[in-house]
């Protein structure tokens, strides 16, 4: 559970960490208030909602088993465990 939930808030502050990088490379002052204004963290919230919402769409439609298969959970079989698979 921590990898979905780790991409997803990988992918919220990118926008923001390469924003960050572009001020430091630029030597615009990362931590001064004036390079960080409304308006741009406005742009970059958008930015990042939209890269979130993108990568929900793709592994929605990209991961997972297959269309038309059926999970059979995990089981014991003649004293042998048989782990979940799809079939």
């Not at 979905?4 to 630029?26: C, H, R």
């Amino acid at each position: 559970m921590i990898r979905p939930v780790a991409t997803e808030v990988i992918l919220f502050l990118m926008p923001f960490v390469l924003y960050g990088v572009f001020l430091w490379a630029t030597k615009a002052g990362v931590m001064h208030p004036d390079s960080w204004p409304l308006s741009r963290i406005a742009w970059l919230v958008i930015a990042a909602l939209v890269l979130m919402v993108g990568s929900f769409v793709y592994f929605a439609n990209y991961s997972g088993a297959p269309v038309g298969t059926t999970y059979v959970p995990a089981h014991m079989e003649d004293g042998k465990f048989v782990p979940g698979q799809t079939k």
